[in-house]
T-cell receptor, first 115, second 111 residues
Framework: ETGVTQSPTHLIKTRGQQVTLRCSSQ?????VSWYQQALGQGPQFIFQ???????GRGNFPPRFSGLQFPNYSSELNVNALELDDSALYLC??????????????FGPGTRLLVL | SQQGEEDPQALSIQEGENATMNCSYK?????LQWYRQNSGRGLVHLIL?????REKHSGRLRVTLDTSKKSSSLLITASRAADTASYFC???????????FGSGTRLLVRP
């Protein structure tokens, strides 16, 4: 167990709707990253938040947005859902200080299905 | 886009045998990591090897890194049915904030 939790575990939406996914970081971690994993593929980096600021972004459109809260938990918001947004969304927490800065600890993921 | 490519895409072995999977990447890195994923759920960190290291061990795992060839291998010795999972390599591409994953190797260990 990594100590990273995500909610909900599964979600079904229709095209055009909006969705919010949530993540609680591992205790002591100040950085949260979000990844999208399509079926049969490796995870793709969406963005990272460090101390409530976006710290880097992958090749995803602006309808993918995020927040990080003072307790370092995070939300991923996706507007105007498209069928191709169907995927497993993974949250990972890490710390930018101390040992093992590079290691990211993943939650169990939220599986989103867009119909 | 994905940085790395794992080889083979799928591997089926008998319990007790060794499993070797390979990863190639495209750009300079600070480190390379291997993760395991069971049944499309969260990823579990296995091992990290830095660019100035050539080999690293952790239990039944052995990882090698050849930066001149931009490749890494993961060896699982004395495999068990519980090792059945997908294995991904991930690099940092010189960046401090994101991991870039390959497409993974699906390992099946038959009892």
């Amino acid at each position: 167990e990594t100590g990273v939790t995500q909610s909900p575990t599964h979600l079904i939406k229709t095209r055009g709707q909006q969705v919010t996914l949530r993540c609680s970081s591992q205790s002591g971690h100040n950085t949260v990253s979000w990844y999208q994993q399509a079926l049969g593929q490796g995870p793709q980096f969406i963005f990272q938040y460090y101390r409530e600021e976006e710290n880097g972004r992958g090749n995803f459109p602006p309808r993918f947005s995020g927040l990080q809260f003072p307790n370092y938990s995070s939300e991923l918001n996706v507007n105007a859902l498209e069928l191709d947004d169907s995927a497993l969304y993974l949250c990972a927490s890490s710390s930018k200080s101390g040992r093992n800065q590079e290691t990211q600890y993943f939650g169990p993921g939220t599986r989103l299905l867009v119909l | 886009s994905q940085q790395g490519e794992e080889d083979p895409q799928a591997l089926s072995i008998q319990e007790g045998e060794n499993a070797t999977m390979n990863c190639s990447y495209k750009t300079s890195i600070n480190n390379l990591q291997w993760y395991r994923q069971n049944s499309g759920r969260g990823l579990v960190h296995l091992i990290l090897i830095r660019s100035n290291e050539r080999e690293k061990h952790s239990g039944r795992l052995r990882v090698t890194l050849d930066t001149s060839k931009k490749s890494s291998s993961l060896l699982i010795t004395a495999s068990r049915a519980a090792d059945t999972a997908s294995y991904f390599c991930a690099t940092d591409e010189g960046s401090s904030y994101k991991l870039i994953f390959g497409s993974g190797t699906r390992l099946l260990v038959r009892p």
